[in-house]
Each structure stands twice: as C-alpha cells, then as structure tokens.
C-alpha cells in the first residue's frame, strides 16, 4: 500500500511535467486500487500521507500554492474513485461501473462551473478567450486553411463543451476500470469485466434518437437556438456510438466466422486515420442495431 501511496506522489506530481496528458488519465488509478483493497480508516490514512507528501515536495521544490494545486486535483477525483470502489466491492456489473463512474465525474465537472460563475468566473468565457488566443499564435499559413471564420470557429467549439466534458468523462473512468481491474485481479480480487465486444449491442432505441437528429439537422439553421447546440453536441456522440458498434459488428463476424481479427483492427485503423470514415461505420452500426443480421448470419 506504501508502493501505491508513492505512486500517487508520483503522478501528481508528474502533472507538472511534460507528460502530464498521459499521467493525468492515470490517477484514479492508485487511489482506487487502495479503496478497494484498504478498509476506509486506513485508505484515508494512507490517502492523506501522499497528498501531505506532495504539499510537502511541492513547497520544498516550487511553492505551496502548487501544492494546494494538486491536491484539490486529486480530491477531485476522488468522489468518482469512491463511487466505483465500492461498486467494484459489491461485484457490480462493469457497465454499472462506468456509467457511475462517468455521471459522477461528468456532474462534478458540472458543478465546477457553476461554482466558478457564483464567484464571477466565467470559465467559458475564459475558454472562447484562450482559444482565441491561440488561434493567433498559429501560422498564418494555417490559418489560412480554416474554412469558417475564428470567432464562428470558437463559438462553436465553445457551444461544444458538454460534448468535450462527456467524452472526457468517459475517456478517464474507461482507463481508470481497465487498469484497477487489471490490478486488482491480480491481487486476488475478483472484478467483473466487461462482455466481449463482439457481444456488444446498443438497445434499438438509440437509432430512433440517431434517425430524429439527423431529420432535426435539415430543419435547425439558427446557431444561437438550444436546439442547433442540443444536435451540435448529440450527433457526434450519437455516430460515435455507432461507429463503435460497428466495430463490435466486425469482431462478431471475425468470430463467427471463425477468422482471424485482421478485419475489425482494420476497421479501427481506418476510424483513428480517417475521421471522415465514422459517418460511414455508424450507418453499419445503424443497421446491425435495427436489423437481425446476426441472426441470419448465425442461422446460415
């Protein structure tokens, strides 16, 4: 338990570093593998023994106020950690999992920015601005290959934030559950995983939903209405979605047909090099949701 209260140190502290995208999608980790496996009076010992360490290099190295930093940080995630710890003790489904997981994050982000306007501080507003700021930095040469203009860019992309927050959202509690279940597995714990993907089906009601924004589209055309911003941050979650079951799809064939994995690694190489392609495999993922293909490729 020292070995992980140290790890904690660590990637809090790594925050600071260059790396500090790839540690910070990593520090539910540790502290969850701790609440799981610590009663709750030694997990809070062992919990304040790391953010007193980090207060302590921080203040010895830089100044306290870094410090102070980085563990409002790491008690940020900590309500998220709770909620899945004890989740994970009660053998909770992983699809229970990550969607407490991810509602509670995703609400805590929420309540972030309320907080901040009560106080006067318009995060979004202090976004737009930043965004600009660095669109004016770029190359004029890049800049001249955007095709709309940057104010229009940044309002959109603002009008974008819950689109941002629910994919981040999900991003961290995916990493965070694969990696603790990993470990926890190993330490003699017994964590359900989630069903293979070849098995994975969305319910039909979400082509219903797809099918309505997609109509929605052709007749929303003021960019200040709720509902240009409602599909604006809708669509793209709805073909994402798709798309990945498109992709279970692929690896449900693969086994089926009893061939090797060539076809769905294929069809995710192509998504992560060309974006253009989600709209396409959503459409696949449309149809294996609301026609019994499986079923007629298993009858054959």
Known sequence: MLGWSLMTVVLLLSILSPLNIITFSLLMVPILVQYVKLETKRFLIYYGISLAAVYVATSLLITGWVGVVLIAISLFFLPPVIQMGN????RAPA???LTVGTITLLAEMLLSILVAYLFGLNLISKMKQFMLSVMETMPTQLRSMIAIDPDT???LMSQMLPFYMIVSSLFLIVVAHWLARKLLNRSGEAIPAFKPIRD????????WYYVIALFMEFFVSD????????L?????LLTAVFAIQAIAFLFYVAHSKQWNRTLPIIGIIVLLIFPPAYFMFSLLGVFDVAFPIRERMTGK
């Not at 989740?87 to 009660?90: A, G, Q, R, T």
């Open 153 to 155: 860019l940044v309002q």
């Open 87 to 90: 989740l994970y003790k009660k």
């Open 200 to 207: 994975w089906m969305l319910p039909k009601s979400f082509v």
């Open 223 to 230: 960019s200040n209405s709720i509902f240009f911003t409602l």
């Open 95 to 97: 699809r229970t999992v």
């Open 232 to 236: 604006l941050n809708l669509l793209p």
